[in-house]
Nanobody, 120 residues
Framework: EVQLVESGGGLVQAGGSLRLSCAAS????????IGWFRQAPGKEREGVSC????????YYADSVKGRFTISRDNAKNTVYLQMNSLKPEDTAVYYC?????????????WGQGTQVTVSS
């Protein structure tokens, strides 16, 4: 069974930092890209960052470039999102995501989310 478990969220003042973790199990972790998404109240879920499976290449949404850093530790089956210079508009529930194709079927897996609240 695929499981993604996020942790590390919390309440922080603007300008502060948090590090989110996503612990994965139930699949061959280092074969898959892993992404972070977020959803603020009343808004659609949006992609924040993604890291590839093999060469570690990364993607960042324009809104977080230069402030967030994604990384992965394949030995620990964990992906991290280091968030610096946090802004109130970063307030959201942050979700870890993996997309897999198994026997020709598409599967999207999500964690339960971790709340990040940035006060002004």
């Amino acid at each position: 069974e695929v499981q993604l478990v996020e942790s590390g969220g919390g309440l922080v003042q603007a300008g502060g930092s948090l590090r989110l973790s996503c612990a994965a199990s139930g699949f061959t972790f280092d074969d898959y890209a892993i992404g972070w998404f977020r959803q603020a109240p009343g808004k659609e879920r949006e992609g924040v960052s993604c890291i590839s499976s093999k060469d570690g290449s990364t993607y960042y949404a324009d809104s977080v470039k230069g402030r967030f850093t994604i990384s992965r530790d394949n030995a620990k089956n964990t992906v991290y999102l280091q968030m610096n210079s946090l802004k109130p508009e970063d307030t959201a529930v942050y979700y870890c995501h993996v997309y897999r194709v198994v026997a020709g079927m598409d599967y999207d897996y999500w964690g339960q989310g971790t709340q990040v609240t940035v006060s002004s």
